[in-house]
């Protein structure tokens, strides 16, 4: 199982960008999809995430800016960034807990490699 986090960037204040993680692999089901992200000195966060139906919950630092999206049939996570802030500048990685076949005992958590987004000021 491999997780492929797409669509970091530069912005500027106030500007918007889209991170995408695709799910590849052999996957019987996916459970909860997730965004963290660690900025520069900082331990790794928890930013947004979504039940496989699709109830979301989010940081407070980001409520109201970010959404967090998944297709169950295409084996995505998205996460929409608005109003992006100097704060916001992190890599920021996917998850996901996965059941790889019907036999497993238990689930497994995997991560992507990561996705630059710094937010200029």
């Known amino acids: 199982v491999q997780l492929q986090a797409s669509g970091g960037g530069l912005v500027q204040t106030g500007g918007s960008l889209t991170l995408s993680c695709a799910v590849s692999g052999s996957v019987f089901s996916i459970n909860f999809m997730a965004w963290y992200r660690q900025a520069p000195g900082k331990e790794r966060e928890l930013v947004a995430d979504?039940?496989?139906?699709?109830?979301?919950t989010y940081a407070s630092s980001v409520k109201g800016r970010f959404t967090i999206s998944r297709d169950n049939a295409k084996k995505t996570v998205s996460l929409q960034m608005n109003s992006l802030k100097p704060e916001d500048t992190a890599v920021y990685y996917c998850a996901a807990n996965i059941w790889t076949r019907a036999s497993d005992t238990s689930s497994q958590d995997y991560w992507g490699q990561g996705t630059q987004v710094t937010v200029s000021s």
């Open positions: 979504i039940t496989s139906r699709s109830i979301a």
